[in-house]
């Protein structure tokens, strides 16, 4: 079990993949390290039935010595999984060693802006959390909203994912404007002053990248970069090339204010 090391207060560079077979997450893992990811995060939703399994799980996270996120959202492209068998699938990921689990804010209740506040919704999330720290995997509690958000929004949400177990919690929402992306930087500022756990904050839409580049320095735990863009994945992050320039070019950091 490799752990994402969150302790080290800078930001995480995971490689996100969709892989089509084991074989092909173990190759982009590879390129990743390569290319100096700091992780590798794992999206189910086009992996072939045959290597959905902790043997398959295993081999690709013995590939490479870095932690593996697996994650499973409600967009599989090979089956149709309630949420019940969709966890099966990442607990046996987690069996098999994966560092970080994904447990998306609105599981057992489908919910506008991927947040349940449905008691018993809530109360099974934290009997899962507790089961997959008990299987020695770490959590992330994650949100995808898609849509502009104020920064009181943004923090209330994920303190209330922070309260229910998760070692590391996430929300996606959108940026078009100049507002916008003036208030997506003032919630992260936030986020790294108020927040009791370790935060994801992206945004789509116009001001993405720059969003997500000025989130390494801000102080946002883990990061989404490609190795390369595929015709199988939608995905359209920034390399971890190019976050790698950005970081070794920032030369600074609200992990460390003095630097130069």
């Not at 590939?63 to 089956?79: A, G, K």
């Not at 990442?90 to 998306?104: F, K, N, P, Q, Y």
């Not at 507790?130 to 104020?150: D, F």
Request: glycine share 4%; aromatic share 6%; proline share 5%.
């Amino acid at each position: 079990m490799k752990y994402f090391p969150l302790q080290e207060k800078r930001t995480l560079i995971t490689n996100l993949q969709s892989p089509r077979t084991a074989a092909e997450a173990i190759a982009e893992a590879r390129n990743s390290a390569a290319d100096g990811a700091d992780a590798i995060a794992i999206e189910l939703c086009n992996l072939r039935r045959e290597d959905r399994n902790e043997e398959s799980f295993r081999a690709i996270i013995q590939s490479v010595p870095l932690p593996f996120m697996f994650l499973l959202y409600r967009n599989d492209q090979v089956e149709s999984l309630a949420d019940e068998p969709r966890q099966e699938l990442l607990l046996a990921a987690a069996r098999a060693g994966a560092g970080m689990i994904d447990v998306i804010g609105d599981l057992y209740d489908p919910s506008p802006d991927e947040r349940t506040r449905k008691p018993e919704a809530i109360r099974q999330q934290k009997d899962l959390i507790e089961k997959i720290h008990a299987l020695g995997s770490q959590v992330i509690m994650s949100s995808h909203p898609l849509r502009p958000m104020t920064s009181d929004e943004v923090v209330e949400q994920l303190q209330d994912f922070a309260s229910r177990g998760a070692d590391v919690v996430k929300i996606v929402t959108k940026v078009n404007t100049d507002a916008e992306f003036a208030e997506s930087i003032r919630t992260t500022m936030r986020l790294h002053r108020e927040l009791s756990r370790p935060f994801v904050h992206l945004c789509g839409g116009r001001f993405s990248r720059i969003q997500r580049m000025t989130g390494t320095a801000l102080g946002v735990a883990i990061t989404f970069a490609v190795h390369d863009y595929h015709d199988y994945a939608s995905y359209n992050q920034p390399t971890i090339r190019a976050f790698r320039k950005v970081q070794e070019n920032m030369q600074w950091s609200i992990f460390r204010e003095g630097a130069l």
